[in-house]
């Protein structure tokens, strides 16, 4: 059977934007923001062009650094990690039809929490957007899981955490 991946660790927000780039952005607009100061603020007797300019350069030189200290240095492996926790032995996998599908909304009190849970072969899988509350996850807003459906779901061994669904073309 041929699968496609609905969801997976590989697709969290963490890894959609390298820590460097971050600096790199910060970087670009220091600069620009100085290179603006530098040429259109009037310099007043109370040195506040001075303090913009000391200010925003810090900012720039703190950012270009860590730019280059996050690009040459460090060692950006998150791929390898993913990688290697969806080849651990840790992880099984599961391929069957999603039966026992239930939404559950239990009361909190600051909003609505969406608890979904089912079983493939007899495992139980649980899982709730309470933490980012639809925002990347798989559940309510997005979710296309319901019962008969044919799945295969690789999962974390000791809690049943899921790592990757994939659904039958």
């Known amino acids: 059977m041929k699968y496609y991946t609905y969801w997976s660790i590989a697709d969290l927000p963490t890894n959609s934007i ?12 220091c600069l620009i923001t100085w290179i603006c100061i530098k040429r259109y603020k009037k310099n007043n007797k109370d ?3 001075l303090i913009l300019l000391w200010i925003i350069g810090s900012v720039f030189i703190f950012s270009t650094s860590m730019f280059a200290y ?3 240095i460090v060692k950006d492996d998150i791929e390898n990690r993913i990688q ?3 080849t651990s032995p840790k992880v ?6 999603i039966s026992g599908f239930k939404r559950e909304r239990p009361a909190s009190q600051r909003r609505v929490v969406t608890i979904e849970s089912f079983m493939v072969d007899s495992v139980k ?11 990347n996850s798989f559940s309510e807003t997005n979710s ?3 019962n008969g459906l044919h799945v295969r779901i690789t999962y ?3 809690k049943n955490q899921i790592v990757k669904i994939e659904i039958e073309n």
Not at 19 to 25: D, G, M
Request: aromatic fraction near 18%.
């Open 70 to 72: 996050l690009t040459y």
């Open 92 to 97: 099984a996998q599961v391929e069957g039809v």
């Open 144 to 146: 296309i899981l319901q």
């Open 47 to 49: 040195y506040e062009k």
């Open 156 to 158: 974390g061994k000791v």
């Open 18 to 29: 390298k820590s460097y780039e971050v600096f790199l952005y910060i970087s670009i607009i």
């Open 84 to 86: 290697a926790i969806l």
């Open 125 to 135: 899988f649980s899982y709730g957007d309470a933490m980012l509350g639809r925002f």
